[in-house]
């Protein structure tokens, strides 16, 4: 059971980025993908979360209207799309199921600064 982020980078403050993770090892459009970040200094939260068929998503507060989710059960993949970075957003971005015990990716950094 592996998952894979990739994607992150460097980005200016109002630019976009966007991450994908890639599951392996288990039956990937049976169950709900997460996305999660932890800013130095600060505890993992929840970014997103998907249904396992897509239908049905859960933003935070913080980036609604400013990050989408969405995964292709085809290709077993789950991207985050994020539009108009603030700095706040500077983070380590995983991807997360719950398959009876969590699985985690290994992150991916982004980095919004000027």
């Known amino acids: 059971v592996q998952l894979v982020e990739s994607g992150g980078g460097l980005v200016q403050p109002g630019g976009s980025l966007r991450l994908s993770c890639a599951a392996s090892?288990?039956?990937?459009?049976?169950?709900?993908m997460t996305w999660y970040r932890q800013a130095p200094g600060k505890e993992r939260e929840a970014v997103v979360g998907?249904?396992?068929?897509?239908?049905?998503?859960n933003y935070a507060d913080s980036v609604k209207g400013r990050f989408t989710i969405s995964r292709d059960n085809v290709k077993n993949m789950v991207f985050l799309q994020m539009n108009s970075l603030k700095p706040d957003d500077t983070a380590v971005y995983y991807c997360?199921?719950?398959?009876?015990?969590?699985?985690w990716g290994q992150g991916t950094q982004v980095t919004v600064s000027s």
């Open positions: 997360a199921t719950n398959i009876g015990r969590v699985v």
């Open positions: 090892g288990f039956a990937f459009s049976n169950y709900g």
């Open positions: 998907i249904s396992r068929s897509g239908d049905i998503t």
